[in-house]
């Protein structure tokens, strides 16, 4: 497998079932077995520096690409080798839009994450990291970044649609990124982890295609499209399977595990 020299793995639905927080025995194992065998190792999320808790202290990971790809860390030295955030004029415009139409949301700076009253924040997703998320109406305050705006809502489809028609009649610099059941992401536009995972390659002296990348929903299909080998989840989203050359496992069977290991990774 000489031919690869990156693996890169979404966190949700990937390397954890949804709602667990610990990696099994088996995950564990794989992180430390292909650190041995020199591969360089990313973590490309939604999550961000909030809200990734304890996967970023696993001393077999390199890199984390988070927030959708808006920044990287080089978790050898914690410095940010990468950022591309929301201007704070690009922000006020969207909460007009939210504001009038009563959207939830929240964002996340690298000081604080913000939210408004109409957003969840005891979410599975977002409770264990309640202490660290504060109002909106403190951000200008705090001279914060804006990384990625998350909307919740249960018809992410057609107010993706309104949100880029709005944002294009307002000459704004952001898109709607990526969509879900449960709501959409905002980034700068541009953005995803495709973008930031070539940022990185080419940082590191590699390509894309030197890239193996494991992914389970929507916002990781651009990632899968643009590696040398895109692998997706067994039990991820039928458009992401369809951007994948191959397919392993389920999260609750250690899929990147066993196809790794297969594949003569380790």
Not at 50 to 70: C, E, M, R, S, W
Not at 89 to 117: C, I, P, Q, R
Not at 123 to 131: E, G, L, N, Q
Not at 179 to 185: A, I, M, V
């Amino acid at each position: 497998m000489t031919k690869y020299k990156i693996i890169v793995f979404d966190i949700d639905g990937t390397l954890l079932p949804f709602g667990v927080s610990e990696l099994s025995m088996r995950m564990q194992e794989m992180f430390e077995r292909l650190k041995a065998n020199g591969y360089i190792t990313v973590l490309a999320s939604g999550r961000d520096i909030l809200t990734v808790g304890k996967q970023i202290d696993n001393p077999y990971v390199d890199y984390f690409v988070g927030a959708n790809g808006t920044f990287i860390i080089d978790l050898n030295t914690d410095e940010y080798i990468f950022e591309k955030t929301i201007d704070f004029e690009d922000y006020e415009k969207f909460y007009k839009f939210a504001k009038k139409n009563k959207l939830a949301f929240s964002f996340v700076g690298n000081k604080w994450g913000y939210y408004n009253e109409l957003f969840n924040i005891n979410h599975w997703f977002y409770k264990p990291y309640k202490d660290k998320f504060i109002s909106h109406d403190e951000y200008e305050e705090h001279k914060d970044k804006n990384y990625l705006i998350t909307v919740s809502t249960n018809n992410p489809k057609a107010w993706a649609t309104k949100l880029n028609k709005y944002f294009k009649e307002n000459n704004m610099n952001v898109w709607v990124l990526a969509t879900w059941d449960g709501g959409l992401f905002i980034s700068a536009k541009g953005i995803t982890k495709a973008y930031s995972l070539g940022i990185l390659a080419k940082l590191l002296g590699h390509s894309l295609n030197e890239m193996v990348a494991f992914g389970d929903s929507e916002n990781d299909v651009e990632m899968l499209e643009a590696v040398g080998l895109g692998i997706a989840m067994g039990n991820g989203e039928d458009v992401t399977k369809n951007a994948a050359r191959e397919i392993c496992l389920p999260v609750t069977e250690d899929g990147p595990y066993f196809k790794l290991k297969e594949m003569g990774f380790f």
